[in-house]
């Protein structure tokens, strides 16, 4: 059975940080692409930032230089380090394990709250 659990969300002050977790199981973590999207009341679900099998990220533009993502294969375990909030980061924030190996392997966490306040 796969689970993917996101932990870290919380209230900051704009200008604050945080880190998200993921922790992954029944997955092979190392051979699966990683990432982070948010979805923020009455929006669409949003890609924040990727991390693939062999390091490299991506990020999109409104959180460049000041989120980081990075993963841990020995923990099973993707991050996401945010830096200087904003109240329009304020979101669900999900963590994403994606595969393309003959099928699809698409998975989801349950989501973690990340509120901003001004």
């Known amino acids: 059975q796969v689970q993917l659990v996101e932990s870290g969300g919380g209230l900051v002050q704009a200008g604050g940080s945080l880190r998200l977790s993921c922790a992954a199981s029944?997955?092979?973590?190392?051979?699966?692409?990683m990432g982070w999207y948010r979805q923020a009341p009455g929006k669409t679900r949003e890609w924040v930032a990727t991390v693939r099998t062999e390091g490299s990220t991506n990020y999109v533009d409104s959180v460049k230089g000041r989120f980081t993502i990075s993963r841990d294969n020995a923990k099973n375990t993707v991050y996401l380090q945010m830096n200087g909030l904003k109240p329009e980061d304020t979101a669900v924030y999900y963590c994403?394990?994606?595969?393309?190996?003959?099928?699809?392997?698409?998975?989801w966490g349950q989501g973690t709250q990340v509120t901003v306040s001004s």
């Open positions: 029944g997955i092979r973590f190392s051979f699966y692409r």
């Open positions: 994403n394990a994606y595969r393309l190996f003959g099928t699809t392997y698409d998975y």
